[in-house]
């Protein structure tokens, strides 16, 4: 099915929904599916704004064959971003328009030739560039590593839009709306949006801080990402999230992930839970490691001020599936956070010293005492639940985000 939809004069998403996708990088669950938006400008010039996955190139065509007809051309590709969700498109465009030069910098020109084989008909540009289609211009903002090393951003000026690539997207169809202010609310918006960012872009959160920086001066009357809404009412409010998020900002709240083998740490999880609840914190999450996928665990603890992991023992060392939400919290670098400590064992401890060893890496403050039980718990493991909730309760109050 052809789509194009208008979001200002002469300017067209002409994107594609994903729902058959099920994991992103074949990594993050895409219950909602996922957009891969791309952009016309329809000028003196005609410019395509990044492209799309290899398996929906015919849909692309569709797309613009609904626009341009067959006697118009795309002179310009503008890659924002090379990921193959982007440009997996790009072989067949060069076959429908010969003509047509891929605009980028001298990263995705390198990207171009060793992912697709293509080193001809370039445009290459620079930090603040520009490019004139006739009665409106492009300009181009380098903006490294968010989310790879060529990743730039595109400006219509006269329009106040921002081409952004990945930075300020969200998993999700767009089958309700293109536009955020056609949505009736957003919390699931603003789930999705920082799921994408925890999992996808969180690590180079440093790198989103510089891009912020280059970003500040520009009026935004649109932010238009690869992935996700495009934000039209309330553009700042992404950026404003990005912003928060990529300061590793957190809320008043609590995230509790443990795994049970037999059942002894899952209770000190249910007494955790409770001194927590009756110490004051309102926003609890509770994961089960085994059965939640980190995806959404990740989710959770960037918003969160507070964390307590619960393990038992297993081979000496840490539960496996929490060793892996702690070498993904490792990998994404995040920072800032409140640690509780709780586990099990039975004839050899090792799980809380793996935690333990985990938080010092991360320079995170670790609350006292470390609850750790041999086999059941008793009543002074109990006693030690109620203490070390009471003391995370009040690190979080007194967490007051800039
Ligand atoms: Fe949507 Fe980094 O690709």
């Known amino acids: 099915m052809e789509h194009h939809i208008a979001i200002a004069d002469g300017v067209y998403w002409v994107g594609v929904n994903d729902r058959r996708t099920k994991l992103f990088e074949s990594m993050w669950p895409l219950p ?82 060793h992912l697709h084989g293509i080193g001809d008909n370039l445009l290459v540009v620079q930090d603040g560039d520009e490019l004139a289609l006739g009665r409106r211009t492009l300009r181009f903002a380098l903006t490294p590593m968010v989310h790879w090393p060529e990743t730039m951003m595109t400006y219509l000026a006269e329009e106040g839009i921002l081409f952004s690539g990945d930075a300020f997207g969200g998993f999700g169809t767009l089958e309700r709306g293109i536009f955020d202010d056609m949505l009736p609310e957003h919390v699931l918006v603003e789930d999705e949006a920082l799921r994408y960012y925890s999992n996808i872009v969180g690590r180079v959160s440093p790198m989103v801080q510089n891009a912020l920086k280059k970003l500040a001066g520009l009026e935004l009357k649109m932010v238009a990402p690869t992935h996700g809404l495009v934000w039209r009412g309330n553009p700042r409010r992404i950026v404003d999230l990005y912003d928060r998020w990529s ?106 010293k793996g935690v333990q060893e985990f938080a010092a890496k991360m320079k995170w403050e670790v609350v006292e005492p470390v609850v750790e039980a041999r086999f059941a718990t008793k009543a002074e493991h109990l006693v030690q639940v109620e203490q070390m909730a009471r003391a995370l309760a009040k690190r979080v109050r007194e967490f007051h985000p800039a």
């Open 32 to 113: 909602h599916g996922v957009s891969y938006n791309a952009y016309l400008i329809d000028d003196e010039k005609v410019v395509l704004i990044d492209a799309v996955k290899d398996l929906f190139s015919g849909d692309l065509a569709g797309n613009l064959h609904a626009l341009l007809g067959g006697s118009r051309p795309v002179d310009y590709l503008v890659i924002n971003h090379i990921e193959p969700d982007h440009s997996g498109a790009v072989q067949l465009l060069r076959q429908l328009f010969p003509q047509m030069q891929i605009v980028g910098n001298k990263k995705t020109v390198e990207f171009l030739q």
């Open 247 to 352: 300061r590793y900002q957190a809320e008043e709240a609590v995230v509790l992930a443990y795994a049970s083998m037999y059942g002894n740490t899952e209770r000190i999880m249910e007494a955790v839970a409770h001194a927590l609840t009756r110490a004051g914190v309102r926003d609890l999450r509770v994961h089960n490691v085994a059965e939640s996928h980190p995806s959404y665990i990740l989710r959770d603890i960037w918003r969160a001020r507070g964390l307590v992991i619960g393990t038992p023992t297993y081979e000496l060392g840490v539960f496996p599936m929490v060793d892996n939400l702690l070498s993904m919290l490792h990998e994404k670098r995040l920072c800032e956070r409140t640690l509780g400590i709780f586990g099990s064992y039975g004839w050899s401890g090792g799980g809380v």
